[in-house]
């Protein structure tokens, strides 16, 4: 005899009454600075993993952490009930480093509560997601009606580097009707969203070289060109003089179809008073359709030790976010053929690949899609979701639509505009995160209906 699916009150309720225990666990993995970059202390990172693998077992799963050459990931699994269909939860425990800690309001390893938001490195990207799949479960208890697999990644924020061979050898087990990647956000606060785009990403290096070694700013001055004049030169090719990306050959596109208006935009954004805006066309276009193009460091002399000495070779870090439908390959060549086109006064150019990531784009189109919006609409109390690009990057969802295509994928989160993940003072909107919490619950029940009518 099956087990009734919880109702939507019954639902909503178990997700409410789990909502402490949820938080406190969020915070203590708040408090591990897991951080799979090179140069950090990896031993938090498998403290990271142990962690979300006691969080999962204790949720009844059958649990084990994972690697192939690279940071621990966690997978869980339990069954489905007969003729349910299995879902895999898809989050990640690593997180990004915290840059300077002066930009910081409190310390950003201890999480505090402000104005109804949790701060700390991680509370939205990823833990959350990690928190939102471990509410769902609890919330079910031994009433589960589908099969989850929960796989909890340890090196997104660092590239995923090991992830398709992870995938690849446990690819039997995380086999699955549905996958929901909780590493995306909602529209606004109050407006759930499912994320349908991502675009694509190339990082490099580029240095020029001017001399073999540094020379007498006075001496050489005038005739010879230093290797830090030369680089700005050369980036500044690398826009038009609207902001547009310069680089021939990378795609783009207009058609977003959701408006952003650009005061809400630019108070999101952060621009001071005055900044214009890069670029042409509508801003959802300029954030999801077409190339964006970063300078994201440079290696040069300290302004407060640089000697009056022309510098010889200069370097500077690009990130390229492609347009879906572009192909990472082809724009690295493009970016390189840009470069070496127009390097000034003779300089030479070397460009060195860091990594990259394909775009994607869901059709976001099924049964399993109508019951995520549904569930959406319930958890946000009639509210409907908005569909959404994203101009950030999730290279690894290329990868699952490749090894699970018969999978519909769900790319949801717990981020919201003013969340500031990947900066200092990132935070999590508590009663946002409880809609989450409850909208996925709803969702695995949803899931298991659809199941049920197809039988």
């Known amino acids: 005899m099956t087990t009734p699916i919880m109702s939507e009150s019954e639902v909503r309720a178990a997700v409410e009454r789990e909502l402490p225990g949820v938080r406190a666990d969020l ?25 979300v693998a006691e969080l999962l077992r204790g949720c009844g799963l059958d649990t084990k952490i994972v690697r192939s050459g690279g940071q621990p990931a966690v997978i869980g699994t339990k069954p489905a009930p007969p003729g349910a269909p299995t879902v895999l939860l898809y989050a990640h425990h690593d997180v990004q480093p915290v840059g300077d800690l002066s930009l910081w309001e409190s310390d950003p390893f201890e999480p505090v509560e402000r104005d109804g938001r949790l701060y700390g490195r991680g509370a939205a990207d990823d833990k959350a997601g990690i928190m939102a799949h471990v ?27 090991s992830l398709e061979q992870l995938l690849i050898a446990h690819r039997e087990e995380l086999a699955s009707d549905v996958i929901v990647i909780a590493d995306s956000g909602n529209w606004d606060i109050g407006v759930p969203a499912l994320t349908t785009s991502l675009r694509g990403i190339v990082n490099c290096f580029v240095e020029v070289r001017t001399l073999d070694h540094a020379v007498h700013s006075g001496m050489f001055g005038g005739a010879v060109p230093d290797a830090l004049t030369t680089l700005v ?13 310069a680089v021939e050959g990378l795609v783009g596109r207009e058609g977003a179809v959701v408006d952003y208006p650009e005061d809400r935009f630019r108070a999101e954004a952060g621009l001071i008073y ?9 801003i959802t276009d300029r954030l999801w359709t077409k190339p964006a193009l970063a300078i994201l460091g440079v290696d040069a002399p300290a302004t407060a030790e640089a000697p009056n000495a022309l510098v010889p070779a200069a370097k500077a870090k690009l990130s390229v976010r492609l347009a879906p439908g572009d192909d990472p390959k082809q724009a690295y060549a493009a970016l390189i053929a840009h470069l070496e086109k127009h390097a000034p006064w003779g300089a030479q150019v070397t460009v060195t690949f860091e990594h990259d990531g ?16 549904a569930a959406f609409r319930e958890a946000w109390d009639g509210t409907d979701p908005v569909d959404i690009g994203v101009g950030g990057s999730i290279p690894f969802i290329a990868t699952f639509q490749e090894m699970f295509p ?11 505009p003013h969340a500031r993940a990947h900066g200092p003072n990132e935070s999590l909107h508590l009663g946002e995160f409880a809609r989450v919490c409850a909208a996925e619950a ?14």
């Open 233 to 245: 030169k050369l980036l500044a090719t690398l826009h038009d003089d609207a902001g547009n990306v």
């Open 135 to 161: 509410a769902a479960l609890r919330a079910f208890g031994d009433r589960l009606p589908v099969g989850v697999v929960l796989f909890i990644e340890g090196e997104e924020e660092y590239g995923s580097d």
């Open 358 to 373: 394909a775009p994607c784009v869901i059709d976001a189109t099924g049964p399993m899609f109508d019951a995520a919006r």
């Open 406 to 416: 018969a999978a519909a994928i769900l790319v949801t989160g717990v981020e919201d």
């Open 274 to 282: 005055g900044a214009q805006l890069f670029g042409t066309g509508r």
């Open 442 to 455: 709803l969702l695995l029940a949803k899931v298991a209906a659809v199941g049920a009518q197809r039988a």
């Open 27 to 51: 915070e203590r993995l708040v408090r591990i600075p897991g951080i799979a970059f090179e140069g950090f202390d990896h031993s938090h990172v498998e403290r990271s993993a142990e962690a």
